[in-house]
């Protein structure tokens, strides 16, 4: 996952689930590298995945859902 550059040091959250109105559990929290970027893998048969961003003085806070399905 990428971010613009001007987002370097940002706080992402990644939450996981198996179903997509399931509940959702903190997996990682990580920040973005200069470039504002982040690489992370999913736990094994994690079908749904959310990242939240934390808020700053330059961007508000957003949540982003997605979904890996696997064989």
Known sequence: MKLTPKSKGTKL???????????????????????????????????????VTAKNAKFGAATYQFSTYGR
């Open 13 to 51: 959250v990644f939450k996981v689930s198996k179903k997509r109105n399931g509940k959702y559990t903190t997996f990682k929290a990580v920040r973005t590298n200069a470039q504002g970027k982040v690489t992370i893998t999913v736990p094994r048969g994690t079908r749904h995945w959310r990242v």
